[in-house]
């Protein structure tokens, strides 16, 4: 019996755009999670509230989305000042700018500095701004991460290898509401010389969540 | 001179977007964002009402006490208009 | 959840199954066309407790509450999703043949 993968489309090398391997759902056994998910998508279709190719085209959409499109923003405010001041003032208009699809996300671009470094959560649920980054990690999601980066931030960002000097002052973003926040991670030293494809491949995603810094120059 | 308030010690059963780490605590209002549809009517499909939000900024002291790791450390969160008392600016 | 004590963040990642991110999509889709909004589907989330979150990934919450709105929306009944689940059950082991009905 014939059946869809259109995943396929985006292998590289049989992995997916993450780097990750497929998972193989399709031979696992059937969960009653994957049968309801199949009924409702039937049934949603023959209801027309939507159809195959609209659920195909959105699947699509967000595999497009990573954060290779942050990082794109992160290095036009590094080489450009006036886009800097733009992303800080509307980080959703500076991406539009870009041409970026985000749809009605309201983002907030919050930069690092040496008196200041951010920390993006969200402790209700695990909001995150998907639609300029793509997926959140898993980690993301934990209790564990949710719990302990409102109450210990510096513990939670040494497990991930950044140490804060305690001269610069953490500043925890809990997204209770419709906001979404992205970091403006710090320029690296030495990348004077730069130009914004080269800086953008030093912008990591835990950066642009604050549980990372930006790489240095090779 | 930023407003001073303190999120009331409600607690109520249902959908709210008042974590409970900050409920009773205080901190200040760091800007205003506009108003929006109250989530917590939203939540039950019920028309919503416009309510006020603000960004108030607590600060790891005032929420952990001794236990915080760096007292002047912050945490931002989002909170509607009807979770916040208005603190006077001397008010402890 | 905020600020309760807690272990050490796991930092294994995976990537998403197909029937993860139809549910994604479907998440996207329907809230786009109004049949109900982020805010219920969280209220719908938080409603069913500490033991579904400890016990369920995150895609087979998000499953749960997806259709919990939708049947609030009267999209569907509980017993159109019945009938059809089991007809999905039926037609195979795999996700791969329950998906191609």
């Known amino acids: ?79 450009n000042p006036d886009f800097k001041a733009r992303l800080l003032a509307d980080a959703a208009e500076a991406s539009r700018e870009m041409g970026f699809d985000i749809g009605p996300l309201k983002l907030i671009a919050v930069e690092n500095t040496d008196e200041v470094h951010n920390l993006i959560v969200c402790t209700l649920c695990s909001c995150y701004p998907r639609n300029l980054l793509g997926l959140p990690p898993d980690w993301y999601k ?30 925890v973003h809990d997204s209770t509401a419709d906001m979404r926040y992205i970091v403006l991670p710090a320029r690296p030293e030495g990348t004077e010389s730069l130009d914004e494809a ?15 810094v930006a790489r240095p120059p090779e | 001179m930023a407003d001073r308030v303190r999120i009331k010690a409600w607690a109520p059963p249902g959908h709210v977007r008042a974590p409970w780490y900050l409920r009773g605590k ?63 600016p001397d008010a402890p | 959840m905020g600020g309760d004590a807690a272990g050490p963040v796991p930092m294994e990642g995976h990537d998403f199954a197909l029937w993860e991110k139809r549910v994604d999509a479907l998440m996207v889709l329907c809230s786009g066309a109004g ?29 749960m509450a997806v259709n919990q709105n939708l049947i609030e929306a009267g999209v569907y009944s509980v017993e159109e999703l019945a009938a059809r689940m089991a007809e999905v059950a039926k037609r195979g082991e795999s996700y791969g043949e329950a998906a191609s009905g």
């Open chain 1, 142 to 171: 934990t209790r564990a991460y949710r719990s302990r980066a409102v109450r210990e931030p510096r513990a939670v960002l040494e497990e991930f290898g950044v140490n804060i000097s305690k001269k610069t002052k953490i500043r």
């Open chain 1, 1 to 79: 019996m014939p059946h869809d993968h259109p995943d396929h489309a985006h292998d590289h090398d049989g992995m997916s755009p993450s780097g990750h391997p497929y998972r193989v759902d399709n031979d696992g056994p059937l969960t009653y999670w994957q049968q309801m998910e199949i009924a409702m998508r039937e049934l949603l279709i023959e209801k027309g509230v939507t159809t195959a190719a609209a659920i195909q085209a959105q699947i699509e959409a967000m595999d497009a989305r990573s954060p290779a499109n942050g990082a794109a923003v992160v290095a036009r405010a590094w080489v």
């Open chain 2, 26 to 88: 205080a901190g200040v209002i760091e800007r205003e964002l506009g108003a929006f549809g109250n989530p917590e009517q939203l939540a039950y499909g019920v028309a919503a009402a416009r309510k006020p939000l603000f960004r108030v900024r607590f600060t790891m002291l005032e929420l952990w006490g001794t236990a915080a790791e760096s007292p002047d450390d912050t945490v931002d969160a989002e909170i509607y208009d009807h979770w916040l008392e208005r603190l006077a």
């Open chain 1, 198 to 212: 080269a800086l953008a491949a030093l912008v990591t995603r835990d950066s642009m969540i604050g549980t990372g």
């Open chain 3, 35 to 63: 049949l109900f909004t982020v805010d219920g589907l969280r209220r719908v989330l938080e409603d069913m407790g500490e033991d579904v979150f400890e016990n369920h990934s995150y895609y087979e919450r998000w499953v």
